[in-house]
């Protein structure tokens, strides 16, 4: 399932991965940072950390690791990792992710 027109038209975000394997649209405001994540090709992410966020799985599949706890993610699923806690994981080619950023610099917008 494509994201509508009306998320496909928001603005991407500068991350630290290419765009041929993971590709972004957000919505920004000084609460936070929403991003509509679609992952082309198998992603690893390496553990770090930051302030809160919360996220839910579309479509695909995610394992992620936060503090010593791992857990596979599928449709339906979300996932809350607090603010601090060390997280990272694989997630598998044609997922579709929502996460939402208690930071709302997070990642900076493209443009």
Sequence with gaps: MDFPDFIANFPALNIPFPEEIVQTKAIRSDAGLVVFFTFLQDLVLPAHSHKAQWGTVL?????????????????????SIPSGAEHGGKIKAGSRVIDVF?????????G
């Design 102 to 110: 208690e930071e709302p610099d997070r990642y900076p917008v493209k």
């Design 59 to 79: 479509e695909g599949e995610v394992e992620l690791t936060i503090g010593n706890e791992t857990r596979v993610y599928g449709p339906g699923d979300s996932y």
